[in-house]
Each structure stands twice: as C-alpha cells, then as structure tokens.
C-alpha cells in the first residue's frame, strides 16, 4: 500500500559469522522514542527494520489525516474506522516488504484485524509492549491471550492480566543515553515537558502563584495561533509557556532546568520521564512514591505529595543550586547502571515465546 515507509538499524557489533534475524518493529511515532528502542534491540544482534504506524510523514498525508480523520472526529463523526484501515494497510506492507524473524509491536493502537492476521501467518514470535495503560487500548482478554507475550510498563496492570491467563510480563519505561543534546543554557526554573491535563495545570499555576519560576512545553500550552489550530482550541492558562519541542531538546530542556517536574496522575505505570530526567543529568521532582522501585528519594530524586510540597521544594532547588546538584549527579548515575533502553531490550529477550 502506498505510504508503508520502512527503515533499518544493522545490528551492532556484526561479525560473528552469523546472519542477524530481521526484527521488524511496529511503532507509533510518538516523540521518536521507536528510534531509541530500535537502537537498543540492535545492541541485542538483531538487523532491525522500523515501521511507525502512524507517521504521516509527507504533506500530503499530513492533509489526509487533518481533512479525512481528525477533523470529521471533532465535529461528531466517526472516523476511527478509516484511521484503522489506513494504518493498517501501511503496516501490512511493512510486514511483507520486512518478511522478519521476529515482530515486536508498540502499542498498535489503530491496527486492526488484517495486521495480525497476517502477523499470524509469519509463523514467528510476536511480542506485544504496551508502554502505557491498558484502558488506552481496546484490546480484549482473548486476544491478549494468543498474541503472544505482552508486557506492560505497570507491574499491578501485568499481574492483573497475569491473572487473566495472558503470559505478561513486567518491562518498565526507560531512557536513550546515546541521545545526543542540543547545547541550551542552564536555568533556575522548574520546567514540565508533556500534556497538559487539569491536575498539571493546577500544580503548575500553584507554583507560578507562589512566585517560583515555571514553563510549561508543548502544542497544549503553548500559545502559538499554529498550535492553537493542531490542538482545536484558544484558550491556554497564564503560565510561560514554549511549543512543542523535539526528544533530544526535551532532554535538554529537563536536564539544564532547576528542576523538572513528573506528573503522572492516574497513571498505572511510570512515564517515560521518571528515567529520562535524572538519566540525562536533570533534577526529577515526581508525583508518585512508588518511584523508590527505581530511585532512592531525596537521594536520586525528589517526591512531592502536594502543591504546597512542590513549592517547598521549589523554592529550595532555585535557592540551593549545590544540593539540587548532588541528587542530579545521584540520579544519572543510577540511570546509567539500571534503566536504559538497552536494559530493558536485554530483559525482554528471555520472554520470546
């Protein structure tokens, strides 16, 4: 099908004699985190080939996805449909032109029936990551049970399906040290970098109300008429606020900032970010306790329980650069050791059924 775009990352350290297996990773497009991952399963030997299932990547694609989808959706018609088979076709192509050894599938949100059907007709491993919740998906328990392994980036997700019968596995977020960062200036301000959602509008403006310096990034926030247009809305809330910004720069951003701020929410899981902060060097201040799984809090990163917490702890970070500095220090270096995408690549190769 026209638009099946496929590129390939050779497997590191070739040489052995033995052809590689092709590993044709199925991805969304999602702040390129498929480059980092592709990266991290070549470490492991295999010759990976990349599709992103829903990069419209040309003009005109762009055009396709804006007239033909999103905006009949916004005006009340259903268009999921045609996402499905658009996305699907691609992917099939993809499957065809790669013909691999092994599949691995992010997410696959929008792919319907015909890609795993002919996923089945490979006859070779299939394994399914689901790096966010599960209510974001619409798949159901039988067919988690025949796809294959699943592993979920939530461990009580992963027993619950566990539970179910599904063969999933616990395989946690990580981060890219080979990312290379855009040089930016060194700050004294808190940054977040991400959605914008009322728990983080609200924590955000408490910190702005209290007087310590915050900027929000992103297409949700910012005020751009551009990103106004892409996000069907023109109100924004009274914060400093920046566009969206590329992964590298993100990590940047995050790691020069005083302090970057991890909200999760109702997350089940750990976002990207809870690894991608202290992992480039950054300051992490997170919402949720149970980060002491991967950091030792007010050692390798901060945890707030509130507004008023955050705040407090705001105010110290822009105030006392050198403690702020020893948890930075603290964090990257347990980043490095423990939670890289090229760990997480390592673990998930014991699960190939």
Known sequence: MSGSRVYRIPACGAGSGRTPERLLLVSPAFHGYHRSIAAAWAQQGFDVHVHCYDDYATLGMKLRNKGLIELPQKVGLGRSGARVAWDTGRAVAAIRQVRPHRLLVIKGDSLGEDFWAEARG????VMLWLYDDLHRHDYSLDFLRQVGPVLSYARSETEELAAEGVDAH???????????????PRTDELVFVGSRYPNRVELLQSLHAAGVPVRAYGRQWS??????LRT?????????AERDIPLAEAYAVQAEAAGAINIHGLQAGHAMRTFEVPGMGGLQLVDREDVAEFYEPGREVLVFHSAEELVELGRRIVADPVWGDSIREAGRRRSHAEHTFAHRA???QEWWA
Not at 122 to 125: I, N, R
Not at 170 to 184: A, I, K, S
Not at 232 to 240: A, D, I, S, V, Y
């Open 346 to 348: 390592r673990t998930a």
């Open 170 to 184: 616990y395989l946690p977020n990580g981060f890219d040290p080979e990312m290379p960062l855009p040089q930016v």
């Open 122 to 125: 490979l006859k070779v491993p």
């Open 223 to 228: 005020r751009h008429p551009v990103d106004r």
């Open 232 to 240: 069907w809305e023109l109100r924004r809330p009274g914060l400093p």
